[in-house]
């Protein structure tokens, strides 16, 4: 069991590419005065790999934007501030991220009023992606951007109490708009001492390997109900002679 999770380990690690080369920077910024304007995907396929509590979680998420939502706006999401990203793409390109730290609620389109505002504000890290290049684009863009939660029981918000970890929607577990409803294709990838749930409700699975589960599922992610994601470990049973020490 150990080898196969250390492979299954192995395997996602080199999936999620850690170490990008240095993008290359946007010849252009966009005017000072135009404001964020939040992704909206035409397709929105995002992929999670979790093996246990005790390593990282591994997000993959890829989606595809029009070319003309990039020229009309500075494009931006929202993620919390326990993750971690890695890299992004676009059409297979290195791109940069850019964090604002300095905006208002009404900075963006449409305004986030201030309510919304500060909740954001207190959980999750504003980031636009900056395009090199804009007319040189195709008219469809595929993004594809990768991060990671990174020793969970060590996150601020999304830490696991007593083996359940839970990702309200609310949070930003995912880029996506804050006041539009998201069509979200999810898959979830975990071992077998692993167990996922959507929404308070069990998920059909599929076993890929002898320890490796697979759920897909298609929903409909409601802007005032966002999706709420539920992490399960299975607790470790002792064998003979052997003392289990958990992590506290």
């Given amino acids: 069991m150990k080898k196969l999770k250390l492979i299954f380990s192995l395997v996602l690690i080199f999936t999620v590419c850690f170490l990008p080369a240095e993008p290359k920077k946007p010849e252009k910024e966009k005017a000072k005065n135009q404001k964020l304007k939040f992704i909206e995907p035409t397709i929105h396929n995002l ?18 934007l029009s070319k003309k939502d990039v020229q009309t706006g500075k494009i931006c999401f929202l993620l919390n501030s326990d993750f971690i990203y890695s890299e992004i793409l676009a059409n297979g390109k290195l791109l940069y991220l850019l964090s604002h730290t300095t905006n208002g609620p009404y900075d963006f389109e449409p305004d986030l009023g201030q309510k919304l505002y500060t909740r954001i504000l207190a959980t999750c890290y504003v980031y636009e992606i900056a395009f090199d290049k804009i007319t040189d684009l195709p008219d469809t863009i595929d993004i594809c951007f990768k991060y990671h939660l990174k020793t969970p029981r060590k996150a601020a918000m999304f830490k696991p109490q007593n083996d359940i970890l839970q990702m309200n929607g609310m949070d930003f577990w995912y880029p996506r708009h804050p006041l539009k409803d998201t069509n979200l294709y999810l898959t979830v990838k975990t071992t077998d001492v692993m167990s996922f749930s959507l929404n308070g409700k069990a998920v059909n699975y599929s076993m890929l390997d002898k320890y490796t589960k697979e759920y897909i599922v298609n929903i409909k992610d409601a802007y005032a109900a966002p999706a709420t994601i539920i992490f399960r470990q299975k607790a470790k049973v002792a064998q003979p002679g052997e003392q289990l020490i958990r992590n506290q």
Avoid: E, L, R
């Fill in 47 to 64: 992929q999670i790999n979790c093996i246990d509590f005790d390593g990282s979680i591994y997000f993959i998420d890829n989606f595809t």
